[in-house]
């Protein structure tokens, strides 16, 4: 039987897995911590706060590589099967996120993902392997760039199309898709509670499967 949706994006941190990447960066860092959670919750546009706080944290390649390795043991318990699931039953998954790169590329070929699915901001290192900064071109460490990266890749493809992430960049992001799920399983956030379509509370991403693969009839 033929999905509701052709296309489903997935945001990555606090979705697909249960931490922020920048904040287990920090170490604990309290103002990174802090300028986080403004920008997820919408207080401060994400333009402001993304290259402040990796010029807080100076991550280098090795640092970015540790990473990696912790998004692939702190993926939520379900997601491998979710995103099997999705991909047997024809859906085009893709992940969308102002995350690192370098660092999600090993998550996104643990999904059983290609390069083309994955949207996300590239950093730049010099030859001993120190943070030399990201690339600011890049729509997705700006306000509404998750908008703009979703409907490029729609304008390649064709059907339906749904969106699930746990922030206000997601959230704003809605207008772009036919169907928005917020997701609360790792960090509740009320303002994206009020405006998801669907908002799911539970640490799992299976709720979203009768949704969309069956519709939301």
Do not use: C
């Not at 047997?88 to 643990?110: M, Y």
Request: net charge negative.
């Amino acid at each position: 039987m033929k999905p509701a949706f052709a296309l489903v994006f997935f945001d990555v941190d606090s979705t697909l897995v249960t931490f922020e990447g920048v904040d287990w960066l920090a170490d604990g860092n309290p103002e990174v911590r802090a300028l986080t959670e403004s920008a997820m919750n919408g207080r401060i546009p994400v333009e402001e706060v993304y290259g402040r706080r990796l010029d807080l944290i100076r991550p280098s390649r090795s640092r970015i590589e540790e990473l990696a390795a912790e998004y692939q043991r702190r993926l939520l318990s379900d997601a491998e099967v979710v995103v099997a699931q999705l991909r047997e039953a024809g859906v085009d998954v893709h992940l969308i996120t102002g995350g690192i790169e370098q660092a999600v590329a090993p998550l996104a070929a643990k999904l059983g993902l290609a390069p083309r699915s994955l949207h996300a901001v590239r950093l730049q290192f010099d030859d001993a392997g120190e943070y030399v900064d990201f690339d600011r071109r890049s729509f997705l460490a700006k306000s509404g760039g998750k908008e703009i990266v979703l409907r490029d890749v729609r304008a390649q493809s064709h059907g339906r199309a749904a969106f699930v992430g746990d922030g206000m960049t997601d959230a704003e992001a809605r207008n772009a898709v036919d169907l928005f799920i917020g997701f609360g399983g790792v960090t509740i956030r009320e303002r994206v509670r009020e405006v998801a379509e669907f908002y799911i509370t539970e640490p799992r991403l299976s709720p979203i499967l009768p949704l969309i693969l069956k519709g939301d009839q």
